[in-house]
C-alpha cells in the first residue's frame, strides 16, 4: 500500500512517474519542510479529509487523469474495482497522486474544474489559493 505520505510499494501505478518535487517521498519530514519542499504535496495533506469527503472522482475526474496520462490504466481500475465508496476512491487517488509525477497536482486541479461540479469547482480555487498562499509565504 501507498500513502500521501510516502511512495507506492505497488509498483508503478502512475503514466509519469519523471522525477520533480512532488515525486519526493517524505518519511519523517515535519509539516514546516515538507511544505518547503513541495507546497502541491503540503496542500493535498492539509485539505485531505475535505477533499476525500467531497470528491467524487467518478465524475470526469479518473477518466481524464488516465487520459492526460497522469494515473496509469491499473490504478484507474484498482481504484474502480477496490474501492466500493466514493470516500474510499478520492482516499485512494490522494494516497497514490504525490507519487504520479511533477504536472500531477495541477493535473488534479485541472480535473476538478474540468468535472464542472459547483463542489469540485470550488475544491480547485481552494487548492489553487493555498498553493498560491504557500509559495508567497516562503
Same mark, same amino acid.
Given at each position: 500500500?501507498? *500513502?500521501? @505520505? &510516502?511512495?507506492?510499494?505497488?509498483? *508503478?501505478? #502512475?503514466?509519469?512517474? &519523471?522525477?520533480? *518535487?512532488?515525486?519526493?517521498?517524505?518519511? *519523517?519530514?515535519?509539516?514546516?519542510?515538507?511544505?518547503?519542499?513541495? =507546497?502541491?504535496?503540503?496542500? !493535498?495533506?492539509? %485539505? @485531505?479529509?475535505? !477533499?476525500?469527503?467531497?470528491?467524487?472522482?467518478?465524475?470526469?475526474?479518473?477518466? @481524464?487523469? @488516465?487520459?492526460?496520462?497522469?494515473?496509469?490504466?491499473?490504478?484507474?481500475?484498482?481504484?474502480?474495482?477496490? #474501492?466500493?465508496?466514493?470516500?474510499?476512491?478520492? &482516499?485512494?487517488? +490522494?494516497? $497514490? !497522486? =504525490?507519487? %504520479?509525477?511533477?504536472?500531477?497536482?495541477? $493535473?488534479?486541479?485541472?480535473? +476538478?474544474?474540468?468535472?464542472?461540479?459547483?463542489?469540485?469547482?470550488?475544491?480547485?480555487?481552494?487548492?489553487? /489559493?493555498?498553493?498560491? /498562499?504557500?509559495?508567497?509565504?516562503?
Amino acid at each position: 500500500n501507498s *500513502s500521501i @505520505y &510516502g511512495s507506492s510499494s505497488s509498483g *508503478s501505478i #502512475c503514466s509519469h512517474g &519523471g522525477s520533480g *518535487s512532488i515525486n519526493t517521498a517524505v518519511t *519523517s519530514a515535519s509539516a514546516s519542510s515538507t511544505q518547503k519542499s513541495d =507546497p502541491h504535496r503540503s496542500v !493535498l495533506l492539509q %485539505c @485531505y479529509v475535505e !477533499l476525500k469527503s467531497s470528491v467524487n472522482v467518478e465524475d470526469h475526474v479518473l477518466d @481524464y487523469l @488516465y487520459s492526460n496520462f497522469v494515473i496509469s490504466k491499473s490504478l484507474r481500475d484498482r481504484i474502480r474495482s477496490d #474501492c466500493t465508496t466514493a470516500e474510499s476512491k478520492a &482516499g485512494m487517488l +490522494l494516497d $497514490e !497522486l =504525490p507519487s %504520479c509525477g511533477a504536472s500531477a497536482f495541477r $493535473e488534479f486541479v485541472d480535473a +476538478l474544474i474540468a468535472s464542472k461540479t459547483s463542489v469540485h469547482q470550488k475544491l480547485a480555487k481552494k487548492l489553487m /489559493n493555498m498553493v498560491k /498562499n504557500d509559495q508567497q509565504s516562503l
